[in-house]
Every structure is written in structure tokens, then in C-alpha cells.
């Protein structure tokens, strides 16, 4: 790691599919912002990526940790420690950010506090250089989030208009209802399109 960063951004992911769409908001934000720019790295040593964003704030680090699946939380308080805090550079002040779905819009995020999650935050807590810790709780699938865009899943299946509102299949997880989407708009022979999670997602 460059000594070079002057603070470090931490994103604790529950998946591959989330990190995905982290990735593309990253250059998403980095276009509108020409002064800014973004650069996607691979430690030679562990082969994760990592991303460098330098603009006039200065050279930020961004790790992400994808963990698979959020109950194995405790696992990335050992990530965080070994990739991010003693990783090879200055030390440097972290911003950690603990990316989860409550799966509903008024559910209480007060679980995020107990059991595995409270072990982790201490363990994160207790940790030299940790700047401060942001719950990003949102309370939809990440696939409610890609139903925003029609217009986009559109052009992904290859259809001559655009998707509305009317052809969402009801449900209550967005995960469902896009996958539910594409077998109906292959059943109707408008699309050969098949929607995948994680890295195949990012299309």
C-alpha cells in the first residue's frame, strides 16, 4: 500500500452483488465530479482490489469486504485488522461502513447491535486509527434498487421499449421480482437475458 493515502474508507458488503453496485456508484460519483478520479488496484501480495481516488480532498484508499453472507460479520472484523489497519503504508484514519438490508422498511436496526454484530463494532472500536463507524441500513434488496431503473433493465434485455411499472411482478423481495421479470420477458419471447447475482450483475 502506497504511504501516499491519507485516510481509508472501509465498506463491510453483505455480498457480491453489493459490492458490484458500490463499484459502479464509485465511478458513478467519479464522473460527475471531473476534478475527482478513481483508479482500481490489486495488492500484490493478497490480490484484492482496492481503489484510489484522488482529488482536492486529497489520496483516498477504499477497501471493500464482501462477506458472503452479513450473520458471518464477526469474520470481517479479522479483514479489517490485516488488510486495512496493518496493511503496509502509514497508518492511516479509517471510516468504516457496515452496508446491510433490515429486508424491511420499518424494521429496527437495533439487532445490527447485538450478538456478532456487537462483537464485531467492539472489535472495530478497538482498533488504532478507526475514525468512526456508519451504519448504511437500507431496508430493500439491492435488486429494489436496480427495479429503479427501467429503462437500463431495458436495454440490458434487448427490448425495442421500455419496461414500466405495470410489467414488475408483485412480491415483497426485489430479488424475487427481477428474477421473476426476466423468466416472464423470456416466456414472451422479447428477451434470451438472464439476470445472475454478483459479478455477473454489473451490467
Not at 482496492?50 to 469474520?75: D, E, L, S, Y
Not at 420499518?106 to 464485531?120: C, H, I, L, M, Q
Not at 431503473?149 to 431495458?154: E, P, R
Amino acid at each position: 500500500m502506497e504511504n501516499s493515502y491519507e485516510s481509508g474508507f472501509a465498506f463491510v458488503l453483505e455480498g457480491a452483488t453489493e459490492r458490484v453496485f458500490y463499484e459502479r456508484l464509485l465511478y458513478f460519483f467519479a464522473r460527475k465530479h471531473p476534478n475527482c478520479s478513481i483508479e482500481k488496484n490489486q495488492d500484490s501480495e493478497t490480490f484484492e482490489t482496492f481503489f484510489t481516488v484522488r482529488g482536492p480532498f486529497g489520496v483516498r484508499i477504499i477497501k471493500m469486504n464482501a462477506v458472503g453472507t452479513i450473520t458471518q460479520i464477526h469474520n470481517s472484523a479479522n479483514w479489517f485488522q490485516n488488510n486495512c489497519v496493518q496493511a503496509k503504508g502509514k497508518k492511516i484514519p479509517w471510516t468504516v461502513f457496515l452496508c446491510y438490508d433490515t429486508d424491511s422498511y420499518n424494521a429496527d436496526v437495533t439487532k445490527f447491535y447485538k450478538g456478532d454484530w456487537e462483537t464485531f463494532r467492539k472489535m472495530i472500536n478497538t482498533q488504532r486509527g478507526v475514525k468512526k463507524i456508519v451504519d448504511m441500513a437500507v431496508d430493500a434488496d439491492i435488486e429494489d434498487i436496480f427495479l429503479l431503473d427501467l429503462h437500463g433493465i431495458s436495454c440490458f434485455m434487448g427490448l425495442d421499449s421500455d419496461l414500466t411499472q405495470e410489467d414488475i411482478p408483485s412480491g415483497r423481495k426485489g430479488s424475487a421480482k427481477l428474477k421473476q421479470l426476466f423468466i416472464e420477458q423470456r416466456r414472451l419471447c422479447r428477451t434470451q437475458a438472464v439476470y445472475h447475482k454478483g459479478e455477473r450483475a454489473k451490467n
